[in-house]
């Protein structure tokens, strides 16, 4: 495994889940990769001038523009013609990718460039102090869904990223997690293999924002798929072409190793809410193992 | 080769003769018609560009901002809203010093909606680090474009350049337009060249994030460089002038000014009729002139001093506005002349031509008319008194 394509020395906080997404996505796509930053933790922890902790060329904009910077870089090798050989990256965290960048990454999947996009999902603007973002969950404490004497945190679920994504049409579509390193290195490998928009969106714990030990990011994000809260889903051409199974776990497993759902613990009703936004995903992509096969359904 | 062609067209043929490699653009009137008949040059092959067609101006600025980042030379075109939009990218692009060409054709803002000309909306734009060019007619706007490239490539500069055409008058009016050949145009224009692009063989990081010790110096190069422009700009259009035989100065230019006793500055198309006017006044013995500013960015300090500082009479005239403070251009002459020795008794700013009301000839003479020894501010000319009547009162 090469590791000067992101090095080590940037800023990010221990136990940081983008810092290791973000080096894993860049060494499974390889050195013949441009990547395109939205504003957001990543890019302000990895390139301080005058310092950068990039080992390809990588170039930042804006918050929301990464999606349609990156269908400009593709158009210009395009034109040089050196876009065979070289793939495209588009990155940025949830909030620049779901909120105020969506529209530039709806043209950007429109317009079917073959670009890579992922979203790196901590569920709430960290950067700026946790403050809540469309891919924030329901009943989550934030900065600014704060829990109080009539609120229980966050009042929406997330935004079905993944399914508006794929509403486009798109070669492939995919979620990954910090937990499952060889799987969303896979899943990178994937769609590189495809032509065309392709779209990511890995799960990565902020311990700041989300309250738990440095040392617990993994372990959360695992309990984040094995609850299913965080389905581990592929579509293919629009078709749902495998899922990660799973033996469920009750969702206060997950939610109890968390400061940001702290408020909920004596709340069995909100608890109940949340289970069954887990039962439903587990319903729906048939998350669950039958006794008989153990394995990941393909 | 002279043709009579529509302004849009004309700028669009010249955008084809720099051979840009990648073309983005978001409709708005009245920039239409430059972006659709370069879209069908790309369709017909009679351009090899890409052509991204985006969802936004924001994506446009943003597509070309990342075409031009790989090397490729890169152009847009948008308008008022369109050019708000995009503001941030705006500012963006002349900090990453990336040397695209825009055209704005000028445009009043909302609201009220209103599609017709004035240039509230590049000048509200003029901090953003751009250089602005401003065209008198189509034949000018043409030949700004490929000034434009020259000046924004140069290796001393790499700045982004705005060419800016009055919507409407410049973009749909019909003019006989010299066109340059391609040969002309490759002699005077090479092949776009940067060590600074994304480039897999030599990776480079672009777009960091600049502290406190950091951001002042790049706004500060920025500021040295638009200083540049300003003894190379005169040079390029020599150049331009041996290679495509007109003249241009590029920073300002004066008509009659040198024994006028009242003199108009005024950017864009506007320029024409205030220029039929001085012929009509100057034949009737009447000493008047105009001076026309062509770069409103950088701005021409020292060319302004030296064509006004012994003129008695100056009106400034401003097709946008600073509303609670004094017009734009008008300030900024004004400045020009603090604590200098030599300066006009009065420099006097009229507001013309708001949301595409027509600056007609009349216009122009009540200017020179009210132009005298009492000093005006922000006098708005052709108001209509009987719409000023009207009351909020229930």
């Not at chain 1, 102090?129 to 109080?148: A, E, I, W």
């Not at chain 2, 075409?67 to 708000?84: C, D, K, M, P, V």
């Not at chain 2, 019909?174 to 002309?184: K, L």
């Not at chain 2, 002349?337 to 122009?364: A, M, W, Y």
Request: hydrophobic share 40%; aromatic share 8%; charged share 20%.
């Amino acid at each position: 495994m090469s590791n000067n394509l992101f090095n080590a020395g940037h800023t990010a906080c221990a136990g940081c889940g983008q810092s290791m997404a973000a080096r894993l996505v860049i060494e499974a796509s390889g050195q013949n990769t441009m990547v395109v930053n939205n504003t957001g933790c990543l890019e302000v922890f990895s390139t301080a001038y005058p310092q950068t902790a990039w080992g390809v060329p990588w170039i930042h904009s804006l918050f929301e523009n990464a999606a349609a910077v990156a269908s400009g870089v593709e158009a210009g090798l395009i034109y040089l013609g050196k876009k065979e050989g070289t793939n495209i990256i588009a990155q940025g965290g949830d909030g620049s990718t779901a909120d105020i960048g969506l529209q530039a990454l709806s043209g950007m999947l429109e317009r079917g460039h073959d670009i890579l996009y992922v979203c790196y999902d901590n569920e709430a603007y960290m950067n700026t102090g946790v403050q809540r973002s469309g891919l924030t969950p329901f009943d989550t404490n934030t900065t600014t869904s704060p829990v109080g004497a009539r609120s229980t945190g966050n009042v929406r679920p997330k935004k079905p990223m993944p399914e508006i994504a794929n509403a486009h049409g798109i070669a492939y579509v995919a979620t990954a997690s910090a937990g499952f390193p060889q799987d969303l290195q896979r899943k990178v490998k994937k769609a590189m293999s495809l032509k065309g928009p392709k779209y990511i969106q890995v799960h990565v714990p902020c311990p700041l924002g989300w309250r738990h030990e440095s040392a617990q990011t993994v372990n959360v994000a695992k309990l984040a798929v094995e609850t299913g809260l965080y389905p581990l889903i592929e579509y293919e051409n629009g078709k749902l072409i495998a899922v990660r199974q799973i033996h469920p776990k009750p969702v206060e497993e997950y939610l109890k190793a968390q400061g940001r759902f702290k408020h909920l613990a004596n709340n069995p009703e909100e608890i109940k809410k949340i289970q069954e936004v887990a039962d439903h995903n587990i319903e729906k992509y048939g998350l669950k193992i039958k006794a008989e096969t153990e394995e990941i359904k393909k | 080769m002279k043709e009579f062609i529509e302004g849009s067209l004309a700028v669009a043929e010249a955008v084809r003769l720099c051979s840009p490699g990648v073309i983005s653009a978001y409709p708005i009137t009245p920039q239409t018609h430059i972006v659709e008949e370069l879209a069908s040059m790309v369709a017909d092959n009679k351009l090899n560009a890409q052509f991204v067609n985006v969802e936004s101006e924001h994506s446009a600025a943003s597509v070309v901002l990342g075409s031009e980042a790989t090397g490729t030379r890169s152009y847009t075109a948008t308008s008022s809203q369109g050019l708000f939009y995009m503001m941030e990218v705006v500012f963006n692009i002349a900090g990453m010093r990336l040397p695209i060409v825009m055209t704005c054709a000028n445009r009043a803002i909302s609201a009220p909606i209103n599609i017709w000309n004035d240039q509230q909306d590049s000048i509200s734009l003029r901090d953003s680090g751009w250089v602005q060019l401003f065209a008198e007619d189509i034949q000018e706007a043409v030949d700004l474009h490929f000034i434009a490239y020259k000046l924004a490539e140069d290796k001393s500069i790499m700045l982004p350049v705005m060419v800016c055409m009055d919507g409407f008058i410049l973009t749909h009016g019909i003019e006989t337009v010299d066109m340059p050949s391609q040969e002309q145009v490759d002699k005077y224009l090479p092949k776009y060249n940067t060590i600074y692009k994304l480039d897999v063989t030599n990776p480079m990081s672009m777009g960091l994030l600049a502290g406190p010790d950091y951001y002042m110096e790049t706004r500060y190069a920025i500021e040295e460089t638009h200083k540049d422009i300003l003894k190379l700009l005169p040079k390029l259009t020599a150049d331009f002038a041996k290679i495509f035989g007109r003249t241009y100065n590029g920073l300002v230019e004066e008509y009659q000014v040198k024994d006028a006793e009242k003199v108009i500055v005024a950017l864009g198309s506007v320029c024409g009729t205030v220029k039929e006017v001085i012929d009509e006044l100057r034949s009737k013995g009447k000493k008047v002139g105009l001076l026309k500013i062509t770069s409103y960015r950088p701005f021409p300090a020292e060319a302004i001093y030296e064509a006004l500082k012994n003129v008695p009479k100056v009106a400034v005239l401003d097709r946008a506005v600073s509303l609670g403070s004094f017009a734009p251009v008008s300030s900024e002459v004004k400045a020009v002349f603090t604590n200098k020795k030599k300066k006009p008794q009065v420099i006097s700013n009229f507001v013309v031509g708001l949301g595409g009301r027509d600056i007609t000839k009349e216009s122009i003479k009540e200017i020179f008319k009210l132009l005298s020894t009492k000093e005006l501010t922000n006098e708005f000319i052709d108001l209509k008194p009987e719409l000023l009547k009207e009351s909020y009162e229930q």
